[in-house]
């Protein structure tokens, strides 16, 4: 997370005041806590943080005698000293642009239809005029924002700077969104990942004892992202935790990569489709109102849609199984799709993944359903945005 080459003094004092915000993200403390949650002594970490108080990022509460005893003064963070903003272009016809403060609390959030956006150029130009338009409409200088994270279904490959693998929204694949984003915000650093990371990202934060845990993210396309010993899994080329592409199936479907039986042929939520309407012999189109017609014959039980939620359950937990046994992570997190979907899903996905513990006796590995899906994203984008950023200019 933090610069892993240090070379010059001032360096070091710009991790350690970015370590003091970082802290300060979680709670209020003193400079005398600082001193010990960084490492330095007091007479740093005290000068660290007036340069921090002076540079707007930090409030002090009035330091208050009662009784004649000194109360240490408390430091918080000034949450609306930065900004970051967040685009989400995961689904295809729906911008999601959020601006979070410095805590990465989401301030503004709106969903925005992009449909008469044909081409990538258009959808990145159409979503940087709405962003310009949130910080405009809410009076949030431009220069405050310390950069923008951007959520794909896919991946910008490592060195490439194209958008590939992005089946949820395949208006993007092949793009380079990076070249049209640095053109309209000038001198504002731009982070791009997939959806599963950065909430891999965002849950880490949230639940920062949990020093390993996976997220399978599960809409018209499938991600997983891997927290592994506190660290987001990305591989070599960005693609590490990409098991979209395993081999589970059964029904033959055949995948944009080619090959057949690819598991986000079928557990996706167009797969989930695909197999009810072909197994109840429905003609309806794959989009949002076909989720509905799933879920509703869910709730009325009907033979097929028990059908794909018990075998979809059972993939979805074969699944779990295998990362289990890749990462040993206790909690696994799915979201994307509706809870009660989920809910019936639960005990299939269960079933298989104890069955496969090897030490079921002696543990048992949690799968728990992320609600607040949109929310999760931002904040997962804002955490990518924070966690590559560091206060420079103090
Ligand atoms: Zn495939």
Known sequence: MYQS????????????KKKIIDQLRLECRTKKQIA????????TASSLCNALLMDGYLLSDSTNNSDGGRIPQQLQLKHDARYVACLNVVERDIITIAITDLMGEVVFQDHINCKHCLTPEE???FSSDCIYKMLDDNHIPFQLLIGIGVAVCGNELDGLNTIQNSSGNPLLENSNIRVILEERFSGVPIYIDNIANEVALALNHKHPELSDLIYLYIGDSVGVGIISAGKLLRGSHGLGGEINHLQLGTYGYTCYCGLKNCIETEISIVGFQRK?????????EINR????????????????????????G??????FALLSHLFDAPSYWMGGFDSYIYSRLYPFIMEELEKRSLFR??????VFFDEGFHTIITKGCYELVFQNWFPMNT
């Open 5 to 16: 080459t240090v070379k010059h003094s001032s360096d070091i004092r710009i991790n350690n």
């Open 36 to 43: 010990n949650d960084i490492g330095v002594s007091i007479a």
């Open 123 to 125: 959808l990145i130009r």
């Open 276 to 284: 009810f309407f072909e197994l109840s012999g429905i003609n309806h």
């Open 289 to 312: 109102f076909g989720w509905d017609i799933f879920e509703d014959a869910v709730r009325n039980n009907t033979a097929p849609a028990l059908q794909v939620i018990e075998e979809n």
């Open 314 to 319: 059972r993939m979805i937990g074969k699944t």
């Open 361 to 366: 006796d002696l543990f048992s590995y949690n």
